[in-house]
């Protein structure tokens, strides 16, 4: 009788802790990689606005907006360039001003730069846009945010900020690769406190009955 309760009692309670992990383990490494997606998106469009909102009409020291880009590319890790309406690089860190080094420069983003479609709704409406694009100089997924700047005039300029999607999937992997260990952890964690909330159960109940 004591051993069929607290058999009972300890299969009972490690269903419940393994079914909680379980559930939070799937629901986590379906939709970990499109919510660190999503975030890292949002992250990019608020910092993008707040860059063109802070320098735009702001070229009395141009220092300032090379540095400006420089802090922005080491706090976000993306890379961000600035150009004319008709695609002509004016501001990017460690840009020379030679036309080959603008062309070897700006190929991170020259698949955006020659999106017309996107480029004429960022500038149509005046907002920060964002896609996901395969960059074909380095055949990788990436994140790319375009935004109108005003350096001299309204909306002159444009600006482009494309960031990897790798560490993204790297960190979905590496989780992945965590829960294997943290589920052995949690059978063994599961199995001793279920026993432990069995025989503490069962026992008021035996002398009960």
């Known amino acids: 009788m004591s051993k069929s309760i607290s058999k009972k009692l300890f299969t009972i309670t490690f269903s419940l802790i393994l079914s909680v992990f379980v559930i939070n383990m799937i629901v986590q490494l379906l939709f970990f990689e499109d919510f660190y997606l999503d975030r890292k998106v949002k992250d990019?469009?608020?910092?993008?606005?707040?860059?063109?909102?802070?320098?735009?009409y702001q070229l009395v020291n141009k220092n300032t907006l090379y540095n400006a880009l420089s802090s922005y590319e080491e706090s976000n890790n993306s890379k961000m360039a600035i150009f004319s309406l008709d695609g002509k690089l004016k501001y990017l860190t460690n840009y020379e001003g030679g036309v080959d080094d603008s062309t070897t420069l700006t190929a991170f983003c020259a698949d955006l730069l020659s999106n017309n479609e996107l480029i004429d709704r960022v500038l149509t409406h005046d907002t920060v846009e964002w896609t996901i694009f395969i960059d074909k100089s380095s055949d990788s997924k990436k994140i790319g945010v375009v935004s109108p700047?005003?350096?001299?005039?309204?909306?002159?300029?444009?600006?482009?900020?494309?960031?990897?999607?790798?560490?993204?999937?790297?960190?979905?992997?590496?989780i992945k690769s965590f829960y294997f260990y943290l589920l052995i952890c949690i059978l063994?964690?599961?199995?001793?406190?279920?026993?432990?909330?069995?025989?503490l159960i069962s026992k008021p109940l035996i002398k009960i009955n």
């Open 149 to 174: 700047m005003s350096l001299q005039n309204f909306n002159d300029s444009i600006i482009i900020s494309v960031s990897s999607i790798q560490p993204i999937q790297e960190a979905a992997s590496v």
């Open 44 to 56: 990019l469009k608020n910092e993008v606005n707040t860059f063109r909102t802070m320098y735009s």
């Open 188 to 199: 063994f964690v599961a199995i001793i406190l279920s026993n432990i909330y069995a025989k």
